[in-house]
């Protein structure tokens, strides 16, 4: 850079100016300096300088012209000449280089980071994927051990079927001879336990026949009902009272019908109501008496429940 650049570069009008008074003139004098980012160190893209005079003497203008163009142009040779000016221009560089290289590494950074907030996204698209599929092959082996029970169940019925002997096949004659044994067990302690119920009531033996007679068939009838009301659910004790309880009613409210007839009043609803509780307590306990001995000998084998199975 020489005072020949600088002298193109010279303006009549300037934004600012300054006032400078020399050997009794008056001179407006303004002087920019704009630098850019050299290609090297030591240079510069463009070196403006304005200057403007106003001379109160035309005969002296050009020499102050010149004077002034002589003063710039050394002071900025001085300038550029400079070595802590030259050192600046490189560490300006080099900063602008660390910061593009800093510009470069946060890209790579925030790139990264959105491939990891990928890669996390898609790790826990794996993880629900793979609980479904573990809860499908659960649900695939449940499947699976229902069809090879099924299998099982029907392979085993077929060869009961080939054979012509099924587990579970009722032979009539049988469930009638255990039905009948069913019976007679329940008359037979249903009419002990209805006897000291009985004696209570008649003195002679001739009176007890008919009594005795009534309790022994209806306990027989209780005891083939029971059997097949029963079948094989042996621990259901509210099968089992309910029908015992369903046979006293009726025993004991038929008891009540074959006595006095009921009279609108007061004291005969209080007499029947009483006979009536009696009567059921009686068959109740009679009943209930029967049914215990059957399911002994149900839990003993002493007697077969409804229906009978034969092995295979």
């Known amino acids: 850079m020489n005072s020949a650049a600088i002298k193109t570069h010279l303006t009549s009008t300037p934004k600012n100016p300054k006032p400078l008074v020399l050997q009794g003139l008056h001179i407006t004098c303004n002087v920019s300096f704009l630098f850019g980012r050299a290609s090297t160190a030591s240079s510069c893209r463009a070196l403006v300088v304005k200057c403007n005079g106003n001379l109160s003497e035309p005969s002296e203008n050009g020499g102050l012209k010149d004077a ?72 695939i082996a449940e499947a699976r051990a229902m069809v090879e029970e099924a299998e099982r169940v029907l392979s085993a019925k077929i060869d009961a079927l080939e054979t012509g002997t099924e587990s579970t096949e009722i032979d009539r004659e049988e469930e009638r001879l255990e039905s009948a044994k069913a019976a007679v067990v329940s008359a037979m302690v249903g009419t002990v336990a209805g006897l000291p119920i009985s004696l209570t009531r008649l003195s002679t033996t001739s009176q007890l026949i008919l009594p005795l007679a009534i309790t022994f068939i209806s306990c027989a009838l209780f005891g083939v009902t029971f059997r097949y009301a029963i079948r094989r659910d042996l621990d259901n004790i509210q099968l089992k009272t309910g029908t015992s309880a369903a046979f006293a009613f009726v025993k004991g409210l038929g008891t009540l019908a074959g006595g006095p007839p009921l009279e609108v009043e007061v004291g005969s609803f209080l007499v029947h109501a009483l006979d009536g509780a009696v009567y059921v307590s009686e068959n109740l306990f009679i009943f209930v008496s029967a049914a215990v001995a059957l399911d002994f000998c149900f839990k003993m084998r002493l007697l077969s429940p409804f229906p009978m199975q034969k092995s295979v």
């Open 68 to 139: 002034l163009l002589g003063m710039v142009d050394r002071r900025v040779e001085e300038l550029l000449n400079k070595e802590e000016n030259r050192t600046l221009f490189a560490e300006l560089e080099k900063a602008t280089q660390r910061v593009e290289i800093a510009k470069r590494e946060l890209a790579e950074f925030e790139r990264r980071e959105i491939e990891a907030k990928q890669m996390r996204d898609y790790i826990i698209q794996l993880e629900t994927r793979a609980s479904e599929i573990a809860e499908s092959q659960k649900e």
